[in-house]
């Protein structure tokens, strides 16, 4: 399995501002997923990360408002750029390993 | 555009009882259905997947029931325990690897009441 962490645990922003999460997993991993779950809904899937190549956002989500980074193969960033309050949700980071998907804790975003 | 239904929104169910989570798909290129439980303030585990080669797979008190036909598959609880309360999805996804997007359904709030 997996360990993952992510920082910050949650954090409450003003409007226009950015936060920049991040995500240290325990193991060398090639696919790290960010994810957005907001409050008592689903997960949406925002990017696919590969280490080495640029992020793939998907449908709805795009590079200037959500830039990741992904700068080697244990660690990743996602910043939440010029947030408005529709932005406060729960942020996941998720990896692949032995074909799994794991989860981090999430980063519980407010926004005001 | 829901990927992956799922019902009922929330379950309440006495201790000893089964809890039953439904959820119903349209893309038949779908090919792994994991669901996953959520405890507050932790992110989703894996609970149990099933691939549609297999009508039911099982492990211990979690049992997924799969029907290709139907386009459905369901989470079996048995023997219901406190400790089970949490939120539950089910998700799917092309490609069996686990390395692709994960479609989710919307999640199950699960009490299981002593």
């Known amino acids: 399995s997996a360990v993952i962490s992510q920082k910050p645990s949650r954090d409450i922003c003003q409007r226009g501002t950015s936060l920049t999460i991040q995500c240290q997993v325990d193991?060398?991993?090639?696919?790290m997923f960010w994810y957005r779950q907001q409050p008592g809904q689903s997960l949406t899937l925002i990017a696919t990360a590969n280490q080495g190549s640029e992020a793939t956002y998907e449908s709805g989500f795009v590079i200037d408002k959500f830039p990741i980074s992904r700068p080697n193969l244990t660690f990743s960033t996602l910043t939440v750029s010029n947030m408005s309050p529709e932005d406060s949700s729960i942020y996941l980071c998720?990896?692949?390993?032995?074909?799994?998907?794991?989860f981090g804790p999430g980063t519980r975003l407010t926004v005001l | 555009q829901q990927q992956v239904k799922q019902s009922p929104q929330s379950l309440i169910v006495q201790k000893g009882g089964i809890s039953i989570i439904n959820c119903a798909y349209e893309n038949t290129a779908f090919d792994y259905f994991p669901w996953y439980q959520q405890f507050p303030g932790k992110g989703p585990a894996l609970l149990i997947a099933?691939?549609?080669?297999?009508s039911e797979k099982k492990e211990g008190r979690f049992t997924i029931s799969f029907n290709k036909s139907a386009k459905q598959f369901s989470l079996h609880i048995m023997d219901s325990q406190p400790g089970d309360s949490a939120t539950y999805f089910c998700a799917a996804s092309m490609g069996w690897t686990g390395a692709n997007n994960l479609f989710f359904g919307t999640g199950t709030r699960l009490t299981v009441i002593p």
């Open positions: 998720s990896v692949n390993l032995a074909d799994t998907q794991y």
């Open positions: 099933i691939r549609p080669d297999v």
């Open positions: 193991s060398q991993v090639t696919m």
